[in-house]
């Protein structure tokens, strides 16, 4: 099975707290579903930043782009709001669909070496931590989802801050 299959009939909860089906999601067009660690990562401030950059070719495409993290429904207004995300953003708090999605959990995926060296990088572009909003020990993930549950692409991080670069994305779309 792929990913996608694997996904596509977890729920998880917008903004208002209501259940979303992930594989209505990509039902009808194109997604590039990205998992952020948690609401207050600096580390996935600057991913959600790059990729929202990109969000107009991602359109040009057909296709949308879907945050999800694991904190809750308030934690994911305020990181739209402190961010200036327009694009729609769920929560997965029980964590089923990263789960699902095999992403990686672990206290060495977040402190190791290569994890100070990107938060390095990320504070260096401006991003700075926010309190904690989710599992700081969760990591993340990049996937491109077609209708017929395809699986174009997919990226799993393998440390904290380790993001694909929006160019492949792109293609990949």
């Not at 990109?54 to 949308?64: P, W």
């Not at 990088?121 to 989710?134: D, E, F, K, S």
Request: hydrophobic fraction near 40%.
């Amino acid at each position: 099975m792929s990913v996608a299959e694997d996904l596509k009939d977890i729920e998880v909860l917008n903004l208002r707290s209501e259940p979303v089906r992930l594989g209505y999601l990509w039902l009808e067009h194109s997604v590039v579903l990205t998992f952020v660690r948690h609401f207050g990562c600096m580390l996935c401030r600057e991913q959600a930043a790059e990729l929202h950059q990109a969000v107009a070719g991602i359109h040009r495409c057909g296709a949308e782009l879907v945050i999800v993290g694991c904190g809750e429904p308030e934690h994911a207004v305020d990181f739209c709001k402190t961010q200036n995300i327009n694009t729609p953003v769920y929560v997965d708090p029980e964590k089923k669909a990263y789960a699902a999605a095999g992403l990686k959990r672990g206290l060495w995926s977040s402190l190791r070496p290569k994890a100070w060296l990107n938060s390095v990088r990320a504070y260096r572009a401006g991003m700075r931590q926010g309190p904690t909003q989710g599992d700081p020990w969760q990591q993340g993930g990049v996937f491109v989802f077609r209708p017929g549950n395809v699986t174009a692409f997919a990226y799993v991080s393998d440390a904290a801050g380790d993001h694909p670069p929006v160019d492949e994305v792109l293609a990949a779309v």
